[in-house]
T-cell receptor
Framework: LAKTTQPISMDSYEGQEVNITCSHN???????ITWYQQFPSQGPRFIIQ???TKVTNEVASLFIPADRKSSTLSLPRVSLSDTAVYYC?????????FGGGTRLMVKP | NAGVTQTPKFRVLKTGQSMTLLCAQD?????MYWYRQDPGMGLRLIHY???????AKGEVPDGYNVSRLKKQNFLLGLESAAPSQTSVYFC?????????????FGNGTRLTVT
């Protein structure tokens, strides 16, 4: 099963771009890279998903190199409300367990 | 659409008591899942279902039972609660089991076992 590794925590300031990198060396051919956001006392919320190259939506961008062994979630111009835990998963490989995620703290 | 709805939101049990957590989804999803999240930790899969009438064990199934009698509902039961089962329980659903079917989560049930 694919295992993901991401930083435990990151700090940023309002208005900055935040990039969170995740490594998934054992990603399988049928795995998709998926990112979730979780606020306290809420369930994880789907942010973005990709298979290769670059994906962009109204919330974030996801960059995936050709070997797919890592990925980078990019949050443009973060605000205080982006303070949350961000989980990187490869699905369906990571279905059993979400890792600890990256705790992002956005400061004024 | 309500998405994924979990009831109750909070519950306190004494050791040895039983209870059932209900998860309902209105997205016509085939797959449903139960996770638990302990403080400061990620989520661990307890049981899941790939369709009505089917269930399967996840990573931490001991002490729990599940049933999927209707496609839209997935029940999680604790027959004899233990303090180690104090946790936040999240239900999720997805259209299918492929990697491009992201999970949709409810807002959790906070369970305390004393």
């Amino acid at each position: 099963l694919a295992k993901t590794t991401q930083p435990i925590s990151m700090d940023s300031y309002e208005g900055q771009e935040v990039n969170i990198t995740c490594s998934h060396n054992n990603i399988a051919t049928n795995d998709y890279i998926t990112w979730y956001q979780q606020f306290p006392s809420q369930g994880p919320r789907f942010i973005i998903q990709g298979y290769k190259t670059k994906v962009t939506n109204e919330v974030a961008s996801l960059f995936i190199p050709a070997d797919r062994k890592s990925s980078t979630l990019s949050l443009p111009r973060v605000s205080l409300s982006d303070t949350a835990v961000y989980y990187c998963l490869v699905l369906p490989g990571n279905m059993l367990t979400f890792g600890g995620g990256t705790r992002l703290m956005v400061k004024p | 659409n309500a998405g994924v709805t979990q009831t109750p939101k909070f519950r306190v049990l004494k050791t040895g008591q039983s209870m059932t957590l209900l998860c309902a989804q209105d997205m016509n999803h085939e797959y449903m899942y139960w996770y638990r999240q302990d403080p400061g930790m990620g989520l661990r899969l307890i049981h899941y279902s790939v369709g009505e009438g089917t269930t399967a064990k996840g990573e931490v199934p001991d002490g729990y039972n599940v049933s999927r009698l209707k496609k839209q509902n997935f029940l999680l039961g604790l027959e004899s609660a233990a303090p180690s089962q104090t946790s936040v329980y999240f239900c999720a659903s997805s259209y299918g089991g492929r990697g491009n079917s992201p999970l949709h989560f409810g807002n959790g049930t906070r369970l305390t076992v004393t």
